[in-house]
């Protein structure tokens, strides 16, 4: 679970394996739904998981960890590392603002056999979404034509407002499956966003 960073990668090249492998960890409820990573990529990964689209008690969960790791670093005279402009400060400058990634993992196989890996990803980034393959970004759909498909921005918005985004993406690309399910080609699934299909 835990990848050395090499190379000329950006995390590595800023130090982030300097201590590798010492100092990392995964500490796991019993419950096997809320998670906290330590010293992955980020210095701190706080993560509320489980299996069905109950995303409100995901999202309580994830919560009432946030503000029960903050009480205890608190109380360790440390903190998360905030800032009033920028939000909350990663180790990724992509996750700057709130930091939030909300994810759903979901079968589109009409869209992964009528799109590219690349096609796909950039159909999904009209509905606000980004879409990860079976291996991680920029990779192919996962068995049965797997994607993760999560909320695109971090920053400029709410932790409720990225959420919905999410929601709102997800819904929209099981949209188009399902009128590909339907036998509807698919540039007329796609609607006004058929215009990937020409890069």
């Not at 409820?29 to 010293?39: L, T």
């Not at 980004?130 to 991680?136: E, K, L, N, V």
């Given at each position: 679970m835990f990848q050395e960073p090499t190379g000329p990668a950006l995390l590595a090249a800023a130090g982030a394996g300097r201590d590798?492998?010492?100092?990392?960890?995964?500490?796991?409820?019993?419950?096997?739904?809320?998670?906290?990573?330590?010293?992955?990529?980020?210095?701190?990964?706080?993560?509320?998981?489980?299996?069905?689209?109950?995303i409100v008690g995901i999202f309580t969960r994830w919560s009432k960890g946030i503000e029960k790791m903050r009480s205890v670093l608190e109380g360790m005279e440390s903190g998360f590392q905030?800032?009033?402009?920028?939000?909350?400060?990663?180790?990724c400058p992509s996750?700057?603002?709130?930091?939030?990634?909300?994810?759903?993992?979901i079968l589109l196989p009409k869209l992964s056999e009528a799109?590219?890996?690349?096609?796909?990803?950039?159909?999904?980034?009209k509905f606000g979404v980004?879409?990860?393959?079976?291996?991680?970004e920029h990779t192919p759909a996962g068995p049965g034509?797997?994607?993760?498909?999560?909320?695109?921005?971090?920053?400029?918005?709410?932790?409720?407002?990225l959420v919905q985004k999410m929601i709102n993406g997800v819904e929209a690309l099981i949209g188009?499956?399902?009128k590909l399910e339907q036998g509807v080609a698919i540039?007329?699934?796609?609607?006004?966003?058929?215009?990937?299909?020409?890069?």
């Open positions: 590798w492998p010492d100092n990392r960890g995964i500490f796991c409820a019993e419950s096997g739904k809320f998670f906290v990573w330590v010293n992955e990529e980020d210095h701190m990964r706080i993560i509320s998981m489980e299996k069905g689209g109950d905030f800032d009033d402009h920028f939000g909350y400060i990663h180790t996750n700057v603002g709130t930091g939030l990634r909300a994810s759903s993992m799109l590219t890996p690349h096609q796909l990803e950039d159909f999904a980034k980004q879409a990860r393959g079976g291996s991680g034509g797997k994607w993760d498909i999560s909320n695109y921005q971090r920053i400029g918005f709410t932790e409720v407002e188009v499956e399902q540039k007329e699934a796609m609607g006004e966003h058929s215009d990937i299909l020409d890069h």
